[in-house]
């Protein structure tokens, strides 16, 4: 923290402890939050409405909760600033299944809706919204059915017998080869000869001119193969796949997981709510929240291909033939296929397979769920993904789609769901957030943080923790109930947060940075550049897009993906040479990523980007796309008519074809397509832009597009460019951490926007609005400002123009109406460092808080210091230090977890914990000042010997102030005109 460039860090955007907000707002925006365009005020960034601040999983063991704790846990949330909770019943710690109670306290009984009444209502009182997840654990599963039951999840198994060439079997029909459950149903077999042409290293290759139907007579088959070649009979059937929900039981019955295919399968869900589960009390609770019914992450998990009865004539309606001649291609065994055609018609086959079984889970499921949602009226919320349907086009049905820390390696899959969002005109997209595996009780904030800095940028604007655990449960120990730890007996996923965690002390800080952000991300209306057209709408995939991903996004671009249904949108229209929903300025398409990188395309996508041509919307295809075929199996005549519509849509003057992915930023500039931000190099710096009337909001992280990029993300401190609204825009710095709101001093009007200086640490985060001068209730008015100073800052403060330097000099600087200015900046002391302390530990332990009280002449991490090497807890760092009446900076260096400060008796504002430095010169005075850092810790290192059959294999972790801690002096004063 001693080198300039980390000075220049924290000073280049203007950041300060003095400014004041202003009044309350006296309008509101579309979506229902203050509006900075129609308001005067940082009032309403600085304390952000409940209905943007986080949300928690919140873990229940089933209802073997207590009414008045889970009133006492709603009061927990609220307090810590939180916006709301999801109720889910998750006990995977919880190994010995037999201390539950599913008949009397199991997911859906009268105790379960006792508890989840006393949630809704104290929700209620408190101002919390409280979302349910519509079954217990996942996937969505009722105990009204079993596995034969129609309502339940099926599966196609098959099995095979050989054939040699010209001879006759005679016996049963060949049973599946994975053999799950016993009652099962004959649906077809065949009879194929062998390819070995067409086979791989897995698959057996097929002749698929040689299929043919086999008769069966009873369970009998009796067939002669032809005189050439060796032969396979295949067979088909169709059974329950006997899937439970996670880590049951949770229901007596136990439940099963429905077929998310069919209408009987959300019918279960629907019916068994209805009859079971909406209490009269329940029903009214939930229409006065606002809250959600959630689904989690559709894992169907199948030893054969997932299925759903009546499939193959919903194939045939829908794709145009039958699929029979092609079951051999696309059974599964344990997740793998078994036999292969010739590649390209393997290939095709599968894919109108999947893309019929996403029309189908997308109706079926999640508009049938919302639609009855709605009814109740509550929204639905889902993460749309784990199977191989188009997640895209789910994300524009829900009204919330989520995504995930955990499995979203890559940026670009928030992206997908973001594209589906932002057409369909809905607002929020929603993260399960910070689920890391082997992470219970050591997972650090800064961890988090870092990791969601990212998201923000693709497009998230809601946090939902994983999560928050209940207090207890039978056989549960210190420090309590905990949902994924122990995990199979060893430590599990992620966090119980709440107040069993030292850090949950300074939680406030952290909830209003998540929350001041969100608000920020939900102003508006979004914008990106370019929209990435997506044949196959899969995600959690962390594929990403030609040259965007890897290149354009390191230097200014912005992108979502879309897929073919979201273009039958009624927004997805073309006005003003841009495409409607986030005003994309160009459409890119390239070959099918998921599918050997095809270019295909369906004549109905085709048509519409036609139309959108010639509406004057830039369009951009890689790939040789004069000879693209129809996706799937192709009709007489279907490539034949797409390549002449394709020819249409390349004859037009806005559509360019190119051959390479480095061709990308030519064809861009050919068509004058340019990003909304701008700078001149390479950057880590990853950007949302979002507009509310003539403001312009911009989030700027400096962030990792995937999770373990190499090497790992450095400091930034460049020039970037944004573009505005309003030509008479000035920009404004919005600090998420403390809420305050400051009009930027040094910047440069360009005629296609603003340039300013931007300089973050690793996963900092800092947001700049451009609006018209006193958007936040300042008093700089139509002053001149800085375009360029020799000093390290300029400022406004008090509608004066200040520089401030850390050493004595003489400072010129340039003003906006093209004067200059001079200031003096007189003696300015050294840094200085501050190793010597007082430190006062609260040492959290299972059965009480003692105190160590130590004095430090340097700061060590506490497993070095022989007192604290097994400690968590909280720790109150105390020094003094002589000051002759100047300002200065406390730079804190390292900080293992959460901290806050306190000069002189008085609480600073909150730290930006991934950069904790503070500007403390307001609160310093001339001579002895006592400065206190008060830092907390996870509980690692405590339960290391606390707990050491599950947690004694974590490392001790490097807690406490680390430092190097010092104060940086410094002097201002008012630019003086020449």
């Given at each position: 923290?001693?080198?300039?460039?980390?000075?220049?860090?924290?000073?280049?955007?203007?950041?300060?402890?003095?400014?004041?907000?202003?009044?309350?707002?006296?309008?509101?925006?579309?979506?229902?939050?203050?509006?900075?365009?129609?308001?005067?005020?940082?009032?309403?960034?600085?304390?952000?409405?409940?209905?943007?601040?986080?949300?928690?999983?919140?873990?229940?063991?089933?209802?073997?909760?207590?009414?008045?704790?889970?009133?006492?846990?709603?009061?927990?949330?609220?307090?810590?600033?939180f916006?709301?909770?999801?109720?889910?019943?998750?006990?995977?710690?919880i190994?010995?299944?037999?201390?539950?109670?599913?008949?009397?306290?199991?997911?859906?009984?009268?105790?379960?809706?006792?508890?989840?009444?006393?949630?809704?209502?104290?929700?209620?009182?408190?101002?919390?919204?409280?979302?349910?997840?519509?079954?217990?654990?996942?996937?969505?599963?009722?105990?009204?059915?079993?596995?034969?039951?129609?309502?339940a999840?099926k599966?196609?198994?098959?099995?095979?017998?050989?054939?040699?060439?010209?001879?006759?079997?005679?016996?049963?029909?060949?049973?599946?080869?994975?053999?799950?459950?016993?009652?099962?149903?004959?649906?077809?077999?065949?009879?194929?000869?062998?390819?070995?042409?067409?086979s791989?290293?897995?698959?057996?290759?097929?002749?698929?001119?040689?299929?043919?139907?086999?008769?069966?007579t009873g369970?009998?088959?009796?067939?002669?193969?032809?005189?050439?070649?060796?032969?396979?009979?295949?067979?088909?059937?169709?059974?329950?796949?006997?899937?439970?929900?996670?880590?049951?039981?949770?229901?007596a019955p136990?439940?099963?997981?429905?077929?998310?295919?069919?209408?009987?399968?959300?019918?279960?869900?629907?019916g068994?709510?209805?009859?079971?589960?909406?209490?009269?009390?329940?029903?009214?609770?939930?229409?006065?929240?606002?809250?959600?019914?959630?689904?989690?992450?559709?894992?169907?998990?199948?030893?054969?291909?997932?299925?759903?009865?009546?499939?193959?004539?919903?194939?045939?309606?829908?794709?145009?033939?039958?699929?029979?001649?092609?079951?051999?291609?696309?059974?599964?065994?344990?997740?793998d296929?078994?036999?292969?055609?010739?590649?390209?018609?393997?290939?095709?086959?599968?894919?109108?397979?999947?893309?019929?079984?996403s029309?189908?889970?997308?109706e079926?499921?999640?508009?049938?769920?919302?639609?009855?949602?709605?009814?109740?009226?509550?929204?639905?919320?889902?993460?749309?993904?784990?199977?191989?349907?188009?997640?895209?086009?789910?994300?524009?049905?829900?009204?919330?789609?989520?995504?995930?820390?955990?499995?979203?390696?890559?940026?670009?899959?928030?992206?997908?769901?973001?594209?589906?969002?932002?057409?369909?005109?809905?607002?929020?997209?929603?993260?399960?957030?910070?689920?890391?595996?082997?992470?219970?009780?050591?997972?650090?904030w800064?961890?988090?943080?870092?990791?969601?800095?990212?998201?923000y940028?693709?497009?998230?604007?809601?946090?939902?923790?994983?999560?928050?655990?209940?207090?207890?449960?039978?056989?549960?120990?210190?420090?309590?109930?905990?949902?994924?730890?122990?995990?199979?007996?060893?430590?599990?996923?992620a966090?119980?947060?709440?107040?069993?965690?030292?850090?949950?002390?300074?939680?406030?800080?952290?909830?209003?940075?998540?929350?001041?952000?969100?608000l920020?991300?939900?102003?508006?209306?979004?914008?990106?550049?370019?929209?990435?057209?997506?044949?196959?709408?899969?995600?959690?995939?962390?594929?990403?897009?030609?040259?965007?991903?890897?290149?354009?996004?390191?230097?200014?671009?912005t992108?979502?993906?879309?897929?073919?249904?979201?273009?039958?949108?009624?927004?997805?229209?073309?006005?003003?040479?841009?495409?409607?929903?986030?005003?994309?300025?160009?459409?890119?398409?390239?070959?099918?990523?998921?599918?050997?990188?095809?270019?295909?395309?369906t004549?109905?996508?085709?048509?519409?980007?036609?139309?959108?041509?010639?509406?004057?919307?830039?369009?951009?295809?890689?790939?040789?796309?004069?000879?693209?075929?129809v996706?799937?199996?192709?009709?007489?005549?279907?490539?034949?008519?797409?390549?002449?519509?394709?020819?249409?849509?390349?004859?037009?003057?806005?559509v360019?074809?190119?051959?390479?992915?480095?061709?990308?930023?030519?064809?861009?500039?050919?068509?004058?397509?340019?990003?909304?931000?701008?700078?001149?190099?390479?950057?880590?710096?990853l950007?949302?832009?979002?507009?509310?009337?003539?403001?312009?909001?911009?989030?700027?992280?400096?962030?990792?597009?995937?999770?373990?990029?190499?090497?790992?993300?450095?400091?930034?401190?460049?020039?970037?460019?944004?573009?505005?609204t309003?030509?008479?825009?000035?920009?404004?710095?919005?600090?998420?951490?403390?809420?305050?709101?400051?009009?930027?001093?040094?910047?440069?009007?360009?005629p296609d926007?603003?340039?300013?200086?931007?300089?973050?640490?690793?996963?900092?985060?800092?947001?700049v609005?451009?609006?018209?001068?006193?958007?936040?209730?300042?008093?700089?008015?139509r002053?001149?400002?800085?375009?360029?100073?020799?000093?390290?800052?300029?400022?406004?403060?008090?509608?004066?123009?200040?520089?401030?330097?850390?050493?004595?000099?003489?400072?010129?600087?340039?003003?906006?109406?093209?004067?200059?200015?001079?200031?003096?900046?007189?003696?300015?002391?050294?840094?200085?460092?501050?190793?010597?302390?007082?430190?006062?530990?609260?040492?959290?332990?299972?059965d009480?808080?003692?105190?160590?009280?130590?004095?430090?002449?340097?700061?060590?991490?506490?497993p070095?210091?022989?007192?604290?090497?097994?400690?968590?807890?909280?720790?109150?760092?105390?020094?003094?230090?002589?000051?002759?009446?100047s300002?200065a900076?406390?730079?804190?260096?390292?900080?293992?977890?959460?901290?806050?400060?306190?000069?002189?008796?008085?609480?600073?504002?909150?730290?930006?914990?991934?950069?904790?430095?503070?500007?403390?010169?307001?609160?310093?005075?001339?001579?002895?000042?006592?400065?206190?850092?008060?830092v907390?810790?996870?509980?690692?290192?405590?339960?290391?010997?606390?707990?050491?059959?599950?947690?004694?294999?974590?490392?001790?972790?490097?807690?406490?102030?680390?430092?190097?801690?010092?104060?940086?002096?410094?002097?201002?004063?008012?630019?003086?005109?020449?």
């Amino acid at each position: 923290m001693t080198d300039p460039l980390t000075r220049r860090g924290f000073l280049a955007l203007g950041v300060t402890a003095t400014l004041a907000t202003a009044v309350s707002p006296a309008s509101a925006s579309p979506s229902g939050f203050p509006s900075a365009a129609a308001s005067s005020s940082s009032d309403w960034f600085a304390r952000p409405r409940r209905a943007v601040r986080p949300m928690v999983r919140w873990w229940w063991p089933d209802a073997h909760v207590d009414p008045a704790e889970i009133r006492r846990e709603v009061d927990q949330l609220a307090d810590a600033g939180f916006g709301g909770a999801e109720i889910a019943a998750v006990h995977h710690s919880i190994r010995d299944k037999s201390v539950l109670d599913p008949a009397g306290h199991g997911w859906g009984t009268p105790a379960w809706n006792t508890a989840v009444e006393a949630a809704l209502d104290q929700a209620a009182r408190r101002g919390l919204t409280i979302d349910l997840t519509i079954g217990p654990s996942w996937p969505a599963a009722v105990p009204s059915i079993t596995p034969e039951s129609p309502a339940a999840a099926k599966e196609l198994a098959h099995g095979s017998a050989p054939v040699a060439a010209g001879a006759t079997y005679t016996g049963p029909v060949p049973p599946p080869a994975v053999d799950g459950r016993p009652d099962r149903t004959l649906l077809l077999v065949q009879a194929a000869r062998i390819d070995p042409a067409h086979s791989t290293r897995d698959e057996t290759g097929l002749d698929p001119a040689t299929v043919q139907n086999v008769a069966v007579t009873g369970e009998t088959i009796t067939w002669t193969a032809p005189g050439e070649g060796d032969w396979l009979l295949i067979s088909y059937w169709e059974r329950g796949s006997g899937q439970r929900p996670e880590s049951g039981p949770h229901t007596a019955p136990e439940s099963y997981v429905v077929d998310h295919f069919s209408r009987a399968g959300t019918g279960a869900v629907i019916g068994y709510w209805e009859s079971n589960l909406l209490t009269p009390a329940i029903r009214t609770l939930l229409r006065r929240s606002g809250g959600a019914l959630f689904e989690d992450s559709i894992e169907i998990e199948t030893d054969a291909l997932p299925w759903t009865p009546g499939l193959l004539g919903e194939f045939s309606r829908r794709r145009g033939y039958d699929l029979a001649p092609f079951l051999p291609v696309i059974v599964l065994a344990d997740e793998d296929p078994v036999f292969a055609y010739d590649a390209a018609l393997t290939r095709h086959a599968r894919k109108d397979f999947w893309d019929t079984v996403s029309e189908l889970f997308n109706e079926h499921h999640f508009t049938a769920l919302r639609d009855w949602a709605h009814s109740l009226g509550l929204r639905l919320r889902a993460q749309p993904y784990g199977l191989q349907t188009d997640a895209i086009a789910a994300a524009a049905i829900l009204d919330v789609p989520e995504g995930e820390s955990l499995g979203f390696k890559n940026l670009d899959d928030y992206r997908c769901l973001a594209g589906g969002r932002d057409l369909a005109g809905h607002e929020v997209l929603s993260c399960e957030a910070g689920a890391y595996q082997g992470g219970a009780y050591t997972t650090t904030w800064d961890k988090l943080l870092r990791t969601m800095g990212g998201a923000y940028a693709a497009g998230l604007n809601q946090t939902v923790l994983h999560g928050f655990s209940y207090a207890t449960a039978p056989g549960a120990g210190w420090p309590g109930f905990a949902a994924f730890t122990p995990y199979n007996g060893t430590t599990g996923y992620a966090e119980s947060w709440g107040p069993r965690q030292p850090t949950w002390r300074h939680i406030t800080d952290i909830s209003r940075y998540f929350a001041r952000i969100h608000l920020i991300m939900r102003q508006g209306t979004p914008r990106a550049d370019v929209a990435v057209l997506r044949q196959t709408g899969y995600t959690k995939t962390g594929i990403g897009a030609s040259w965007f991903t890897a290149s354009g996004i390191p230097s200014g671009w912005t992108h979502q993906f879309l897929s073919g249904p979201l273009l039958d949108l009624p927004a997805a229209r073309v006005k003003d040479g841009r495409l409607a929903g986030p005003a994309y300025k160009a459409l890119f398409v390239e070959g099918d990523r998921f599918y050997a990188g095809e270019c295909t395309m369906t004549l109905a996508v085709a048509g519409r980007l036609l139309q959108y041509a010639r509406a004057g919307l830039p369009i951009v295809l890689l790939g040789a796309w004069e000879h693209a075929t129809v996706p799937g199996v192709p009709r007489d005549g279907d490539d034949d008519r797409l390549r002449a519509v394709l020819a249409d849509l390349l004859a037009e003057p806005k559509v360019r074809m190119i051959a390479a992915a480095a061709d990308v930023p030519a064809a861009l500039a050919s068509l004058d397509v340019r990003p909304d931000v701008r700078y001149a190099a390479t950057s880590t710096l990853l950007t949302m832009r979002r507009v509310d009337g003539r403001v312009d909001y911009y989030y700027l992280c400096n962030g990792k597009h995937q999770e373990n990029a190499k090497p790992p993300v450095a400091p930034i401190d460049h020039e970037i460019t944004l573009a505005r609204t309003d030509r008479d825009g000035v920009p404004y710095l919005l600090d998420p951490w403390t809420g305050r709101a400051e009009r930027i001093a040094l910047y440069t009007d360009e005629p296609d926007g603003i340039r300013l200086r931007v300089a973050l640490r690793p996963g900092q985060a800092r947001i700049v609005a451009i609006g018209r001068p006193g958007l936040f209730g300042d008093r700089t008015g139509r002053r001149p400002h800085a375009t360029a100073t020799g000093a390290d800052q300029a400022r406004f403060a008090g509608g004066r123009l200040l520089v401030r330097a850390t050493a004595a000099g003489t400072y010129t600087t340039t003003l906006s109406d093209g004067r200059t200015a001079t200031t003096r900046i007189g003696p300015v002391p050294a840094p200085i460092p501050l190793t010597a302390w007082r430190l006062r530990v609260e040492d959290w332990r299972p059965d009480s808080k003692p105190a160590h009280t130590l004095s430090l002449d340097r700061l060590l991490p506490w497993p070095e210091i022989p007192e604290l090497a097994d400690v968590s807890g909280v720790g109150t760092y105390t020094t003094t230090v002589e000051l002759p009446g100047s300002g200065a900076y406390l730079e804190l260096g390292e900080v293992t977890d959460t901290c806050r400060v306190r000069v002189n008796g008085r609480r600073l504002d909150p730290v930006d914990q991934l950069h904790p430095v503070l500007d403390v010169g307001p609160y310093l005075r001339r001579g002895p000042n006592t400065i206190e850092v008060e830092v907390a810790t996870p509980l690692g290192n405590r339960l290391r010997v606390a707990d050491p059959a599950v947690y004694g294999g974590l490392t001790r972790q490097p807690y406490g102030l680390l430092g190097p801690v010092r104060l940086v002096p410094y002097g201002e004063s008012p630019a003086q005109e020449l």
